[in-house]
């Protein structure tokens, strides 16, 4: 942007400033992947956060982009919800990203897959880079995704390079949903706790009676609406629906932190608590 400023200036503050100028003239700010609460709007340890930065002007408008929910409504008075994406709108990104149209020339195999992958636009954005790059067709990836757990977790853990980023960055669809994670564990604990649960049991139509009961009903419905915050977790009425993949993701997490065992064991003592007896 050649904004001048001294050497010992901190640049956050000197693009506050030119962008706050009204000669600086029409511009557009993003702030993308606003997912950590403390880095936007503050903390102890960084007072005002990032929003301290952000510059006031009448020609100029901020866009953030975030997982949370809650973030949204902390940082912007409108908000837009990017729904999921419709079978046909799926169809597209995968027929616009494989060139090789021979390797998704089976309908019924393509719809398979899409569902498969539970229609994210990411899932489907690596899984065709997957078949480019190897050239497989769309029944041999279904073949991994269906065969052993480790494949499945290989699959999910392909990087692939990401031209919207800076020069050289990958993502993997495994690796956006582990930040997630552990931000949900660093800001919300019952969240978390649930979450996990969660991962051990059949990941749909969760009847919300059968979660761990936590100390109030205001911290189940905030924990709850956490998790469907980042959109890990839907809501029918009184029952909670897990995405597969986040499912296996979510156990696969817990197994890498040295949890699983001991996950496993307090969602048993949890179900067994719900058994009837005989008394």
């Known amino acids: ?7 010992d200036e901190d640049i956050k503050e000197s693009v506050r400033q030119y962008l706050s100028w009204e000669a600086a003239g029409p511009w557009l700010l993003v702030v993308d992947n606003a997912d950590d609460v403390k880095l936007v709007c503050g ?22 982009t975030t997982r949370s929910r809650d973030i949204a409504l902390r940082v912007a008075e409108e908000t837009v919800k990017l729904d999921e994406f419709s079978l046909s709108e799926a169809k597209t990104l995968m027929e616009k990203l ?8 089976d309908a019924g195999s393509v719809n398979e897959l899409l569902h498969e992958l539970t229609l994210l636009p990411l899932a489907i954005t690596q899984a065709a880079a997957y078949l480019e790059r190897n050239e497989v067709s769309i029944a041999e990836y279904l073949r991994l995704l269906h065969g052993t757990e480790k494949d499945m977790v290989d699959l999910l853990s392909e990087e692939l390079p990401d031209r919207t980023r800076y020069k050289e960055a990958k993502i993997a669809v495994a690796t956006t949903w582990v930040v997630s994670f552990k931000k949900i564990r660093e800001l919300d604990r019952n969240a978390a706790d649930l979450f996990s649960f969660m991962s051990q049991i059949e990941p749909k139509s969760i009847p919300q009676s059968l ?22 977790v839907s809501r029918r009425d009184k029952m909670l629906d897990m995405h597969s993949l986040v499912h296996l993701a979510t156990r696969i997490w817990l197994r890498s932190e040295g949890l699983e065992t001991q996950t496993t064991e307090t969602a048993m003592r949890r179900l067994a608590g719900c058994l009837p007896t005989d008394d």
């Open 43 to 64: 903390s102890r340890d960084a007072l005002g956060g990032l929003h301290r930065y952000l510059p006031q002007s009448e020609n100029g408008r901020i866009v953030f």
């Open 98 to 105: 494989v060139t090789r149209k021979d390797l998704i020339n």
């Open 211 to 232: 979660l761990p009961e936590l100390n109030s009903e205001v911290q189940s419905v905030s924990a709850i609406g956490t998790l469907c915050g980042y959109a890990f």
């Open 1 to 7: 942007m050649k904004i001048p400023r001294s050497d």
